[in-house]
């Protein structure tokens, strides 16, 4: 679907994503992905690239919101077919070059200590961090790209503002699968870092927001996400 005119974004059935996670097609002069799916799904991506008129030579750039499995999946095939420059937060980047292991679930420590023998379920194959990004980064496509470093599902977990499509690009930060909510508390790193993290983003101007998981919001975005905040707030009074 497209998101705005500009934005074009691959998912499955109620936006729970073809791809594990929402993929996300910037059209510029080139494209930028951001976010690469689950393993194996590079084929998905680079068909959509050609249905609209592109070729898989016109990827540019990948953008990683954070360094999950279902985030950077498919990274790795992405790169290779395409020679795109790939952008992460210095926080995440060593799990998506393979400096670090994948960590698995981050909460409770049983499970976390319970699971880690089974890391090769989560395991993705590395790919180099072209160009580290971090809080106030402007990028150029589409009018400019803001970067906002919005840490709590992982440490180095960032967030897409992009003004002159009225649109947030927010990952894991929430979700919106049948209605706004938090990610998943089992692979969440700091539950207190994400709810400043989604008061922060209250505080922006924007319409729409689009997320990792989940439909977009195309109405009246900015009103859902503070009433949002506004709640968390109460209930986690961070």
Known sequence: MFVTRNVYQLSGMRGFGISGANVFLLLDDSITV??????????????????????????????????HADHIGSLAELKKATGAKVMAHPTDAPYIDGTLP?????????????????????????????????????????????????????????????????????????????????????FTVDIGQEVKSVKRLAGLDFNIIAFGHGRPIRREARDAVTGFAQRLETKHKV
């Open 34 to 67: 951001v976010d690469a799916g689950l393993r194996g799904r590079s084929a998905n991506i680079l068909n959509q690239v050609r249905r609209l008129g592109y070729k898989p030579s016109d990827v540019a750039h990948i953008i990683l919101t954070h360094h």
């Open 102 to 186: 994948q960590p698995g679930p981050a909460r409770p420590k049983w499970l976390s200590k319970m699971a880690s023998p089974f890391g090769r379920m989560w395991a993705t194959i590395p790919a180099k961090v072209d160009k580290l990004i971090d809080d106030s980064e402007e990028l150029p496509m589409l009018g400019g790209i803001k970067i906002l470093h919005t840490p709590g599902h992982t440490l180095g977990s960032i967030s897409l503002l992009l003004p002159q499509e009225k649109l947030v690009i927010v990952g894991d930060l929430l979700t919106h699968r049948f209605r706004l909510s938090m990610p998943s508390r089992l």
